[in-house]
């Protein structure tokens, strides 16, 4: 129920939040934020704050994901060209992908290419459909 219902609430509230404060023409660009948002706020409030240095790929998961925010935002705030997203986009995640599964990375297995090759693509197929 937490894990649900604690984003679902804060996404809904920080959207509407996030779009008055930026008011009419850069709140519908930066109110996507709050999915990030939400996200962290449920990390914080059902894990806790993540280590620093990060310890594992769930303590690693909530600073990609701030990464994200703050990159994201600012991207969607300045209305970074498509082809820049197009760029940065599929090698942050790479990038990000790759830190998470770093320490399982010596010890590389079919299943582990699979997983790490089908989030990669599901992150591009998802910045397709929402370009």
Not at 18 to 35: C, F, M, Y
Not at 74 to 97: E, I, K, N, S
């Amino acid at each position: 129920m937490q894990s649900a219902l604690i984003p679902g609430i804060a996404g809904f509230i920080l959207t509407g939040a996030i779009r008055l404060a930026n008011g009419r023409s850069q709140g519908p660009v930066v109110a996507p934020a709050a999915v990030a948002v939400a996200f962290l706020i449920a990390y914080l409030i059902i894990v806790d704050i993540p280590q620093l240095p990060p310890r594992n790929s769930m303590q690693k998961l909530a600073y990609v994901a701030a990464g994200g925010v703050v990159l994201g935002f600012g991207l969607d705030f300045l209305r970074a060209l498509p082809g820049f997203r197009w760029v940065l986009f599929p090698l942050g995640t790479a990038a990000a992908l790759y830190w998470i599964a770093l320490p399982k990375l010596w010890l590389v297995t079919l299943s582990l290419s699979f997983g790490l090759t089908a989030l990669w693509l599901g992150s591009v197929i998802a910045l397709w459909r929402l370009e």
